[in-house]
């Protein structure tokens, strides 16, 4: 038998397990202005410190984005037909049989709640932004994922989607694997994740 490596995995939930990305492109219009609003939501998100209203940072992202308000509102109303990377529910069925699965997300309590459903596969512990009060990368909602575990931070393997994670949960203690499916720039060239790959398929050997 394998040894374990790591006693829980926590996931992002927007961009590492789903892919946010092709619905954001739809809404939009073009995969142009997909990419322009989600980045700049993306930026909103991981600099708001405190938290305020998630979907007004969509909201936000979209007029900074010449994206029309009606177009952030079907987005929100569409959250629902959000999908999981094609292997994202054999690997977290997977894990599961191993360890405990988590997700930490910058969403909103009720989007997250969405967005959890749309993956197909139950997950038991899900802190939200809005339950800490801050947004990744303040440490305070990786503490918390941490605290409903009940452990310590490097035995606890958190999948990054967005750069941001990288450093938000290095800076918590927690080693990094960072699904780059997007070959994203990272946020912090001085803080690298311990792993890096474009699937998630890779977790299985490391769990």
Do not use: C
Not at 15 to 31: C, F, P, R
Not at 60 to 75: K, N, P, Q, S, Y
Not at 145 to 152: A, C, F, I, N
């Amino acid at each position: 038998m394998a040894e374990v490596k790591y006693s829980a995995v926590v996931f992002d939930l927007l961009t590492a397990l789903l892919d946010s990305w092709s619905l954001w492109n739809e809404v939009a219009g073009s995969e142009e202005a997909g990419l322009l609003w989600r980045t700049r939501y993306l930026e909103l998100t991981y600099q708001a410190g405190a938290y305020r209203s998630y979907e007004g940072i969509i909201h936000e992202a979209a007029a900074a984005t010449a994206v029309r308000a009606a177009r952030a509102d079907e987005l929100i109303r569409r959250w629902g037909e959000l999908r999981p990377w094609p292997e994202a529910q054999q690997v977290l069925r997977a894990l599961q049989e191993k360890v405990p699965v988590a997700v930490a997300t910058n969403a909103s309590i009720a989007l997250a709640q969405t967005a959890v459903a749309a993956l197909g596969v139950p997950i038991e512990t899900v802190v939200t932004a809005e339950e800490a009060g801050w947004y990744k990368p303040d440490p305070r909602p990786y503490r918390m994922v941490l605290e409903r575990l009940g452990l310590p931070p490097q035995s606890v393997l958190l999948v990054a989607g967005s750069a941001g994670d990288v450093p938000g949960a290095a800076a918590a203690g927690m080693p990094v694997f960072w699904h780059n499916r997007r070959r994203l720039s990272a946020a912090d060239a001085r803080v690298r994740p311990r792993y890096v790959a474009e699937s998630l398929l890779p977790l299985l050997d490391l769990v």
